[in-house]
């Protein structure tokens, strides 16, 4: 699969929003709003948002963006990456940043109407979830069988169906039964996390900051 953490919205709660990053700077929302805990996603974000790459190491470029993220963490219940679903669900939050499938799988059906889901409008950090084979293994063949049983179209429309997202599979999309809550048009601006090797360490630096202080 592919795709990209997004921002989820209880319409119930919250209404007259802009379907950005910026919901994060709503001081009215302070305390039923959480980020993901997650150093790349949430700093991705705000760089997204400041017109930068998600993979930048300028480091004016991070130092805005973790000023940024500052700001908005005042306005946040917690940076969370685990129980965000069921928090959203349940009512604690009103605004949770994260992946869709989490958040909608924790709810009733009946109560999907009033969840609005979005990829920011700036972009963000995307993923793509991939099959490997581990060097040495010893089922080779059979390992093999399974990767082309999963990239079937019937079997990859019904996963992608299962979790709501849009099926890089082509041939699958003409058979999903249902509507992706997101299009892989509504990543256009979104960029792959790259492997920054040792400029990685500016992120740590600036993640330490905003989690624990500088």
Same mark, same amino acid.
Request: aromatic share 14%; glycine share 6%; hydrophobic share 45%.
């Given at each position: 699969m592919m795709g990209a953490a997004g921002i989820a919205v209880n319409t119930d709660y919250v209404d007259g929003y802009d379907r950005g990053w $910026? =919901?994060? $700077?709503?001081? +009215?929302?302070e305390g039923r709003m959480t980020m993901l805990d997650d150093m790349r996603e949430v700093l991705g974000g705000a760089l997204s948002y400041?017109? @930068?790459?998600?993979?930048?190491? !300028?480091? /004016? %470029?991070? /130092?805005?963006?973790? %000023?940024l993220v500052k700001q908005w963490s005042a306005n946040l219940l917690r940076f969370d990456a685990e129980g965000f679903g069921k928090a959203? /669900?349940?009512?604690?939050?009103?605004?949770v940043h994260g992946y869709q499938e989490n958040v909608f799988l924790e709810l009733d059906e009946a109560d999907w109407d009033r969840v +609005?889901?979005? =990829?920011? *409008? %700036?972009g963000g950090a995307? @993923?793509? +979830? $991939?099959m490997v084979l581990l060097k040495g293994a010893k089922n080779v063949d059979l390992a093999y069988d399974f990767m082309d049983y999963i990239l079937r179209p019937e079997?990859?429309? %019904? =996963?992608?169906?299962y979790l709501g997202l849009p099926s890089v599979n082509v041939p699958s999309r003409a058979l999903m039964q249902t509507v992706p809550r997101y299009q892989i048009s509504d990543l256009a601006d979104a960029e792959f996390k790259e492997d920054l090797g040792l400029? =990685? !360490?500016? @992120?740590? *630096? /600036?993640?330490?900051?905003? *989690?624990?202080?500088?």
């Open positions: $910026s =919901i994060f $700077s709503r001081a +009215d929302l400041l017109g @930068y790459s998600v993979n930048t190491t !300028d480091a /004016a %470029e991070l /130092a805005a963006a973790t %000023e959203f /669900a349940n009512g604690e939050v009103w605004v +609005d889901f979005f =990829i920011p *409008r %700036e995307m @993923y793509m +979830d $991939s079997v990859m429309a %019904e =996963i992608a169906d400029e =990685i !360490d500016r @992120y740590n *630096r /600036a993640w330490q900051e905003i *989690r624990v202080g500088g």
